[in-house]
């Protein structure tokens, strides 16, 4: 089945870095573009980044431009999302989630979340 | 507008029909998603592409759109099914997704 399993959250300070990673499991990792999705505490879903299969281009929600990087290693079956400079506007939970197959859904399976508070 | 408009809150009584509305310029071209979110659970699929639904996802739950606007039924609603819903598709502009606020359903 399909699986998506995140680590890597923690506190940090204003100014401060992260790295979240995601491992897939149960399908072709490299067939499918990966989306980051995240939550403030007691607010919707708010789309954050996407990396297409390959990795040939990524997107970026306009807040975190030029802060966050996605990127993946499809021969460890990993994908990531560097958060640098973070602010504390970015305390929230973070998803990955499949892209879906063609002619399916956007967004099909979601990784567990990863909580990243950023507090001084 | 890129964005998509979701009513924050809305009641069924047990057993009774409820429609969830999400509203939006991009619907015009892509068809919507939904997705039930349970407290401290992730996002869980439920309707995609206007009206199908992933494997284990009861039949109560359809989907349907027009013009600008998509919508999520849920016939003979449950206890169960008390969540927050939020709808997702493409923005026509720009390459990223929209997800609307989220509609909280209350089942009383």
């Known amino acids: 089945q399909v699986q998506l399993v995140q680590s890597g959250g923690g506190v940090v300070q204003p100014g401060g870095s992260l790295r979240l990673s995601c491992v897939a499991s149960?399908?072709?990792?490299?067939?499918?573009?990966i989306h980051w999705v995240r939550q403030a505490p007691g607010k919707g879903l708010e789309w954050v980044a996407f990396?297409?299969?390959?990795?040939?281009?990524?997107y970026y929600v306009d807040s975190i431009k030029g802060r966050f990087t996605i990127s993946r290693d499809n021969s460890r079956n990993t994908l990531y999302l560097q958060m640098d400079s973070l602010r504390n506007e970015d305390t929230a939970l973070y998803y990955c989630?499949?892209?879906?197959?063609?002619?399916?859904?956007?967004?099909?399976?979601w990784g567990q979340g990863s909580l990243v508070t950023v507090s001084s | 507008s890129s964005e998509l408009t979701q009513d924050p809150a809305v009641s069924v009584a047990l057993g009774q029909t409820v429609r969830i509305t999400c509203q939006g310029d991009?619907?015009?071209?892509?068809?919507a998603g939904w997705y039930q979110q349970k407290p401290g659970q992730a996002p869980l699929l439920v309707i995609y592409?206007?009206?199908n639904r992933p494997s284990g996802i009861p039949d109560r739950f359809s989907g349907s759109n027009s013009g600008n606007t998509a919508s999520l039924t849920i016939t003979g609603a449950q206890a169960d099914d008390e969540a927050d819903y939020y709808c997702?598709?493409?923005?026509?502009?720009?390459?990223?997704?929209?997800f609307g606020g989220g509609t909280r359903l209350t089942v009383v």
């Open positions: 989630a499949r892209d879906g197959p063609s002619r399916g859904p956007l967004i099909d399976y």
């Open positions: 149960g399908f072709t990792f490299s067939n499918f573009g």
């Open positions: 990396i297409r299969f390959d990795g040939s281009d990524q």
């Open positions: 991009s619907l015009r071209t892509y068809y």
């Open positions: 592409n206007k009206n």
């Open positions: 997702n598709t493409r923005d026509t502009i720009n390459p990223r997704v929209l």
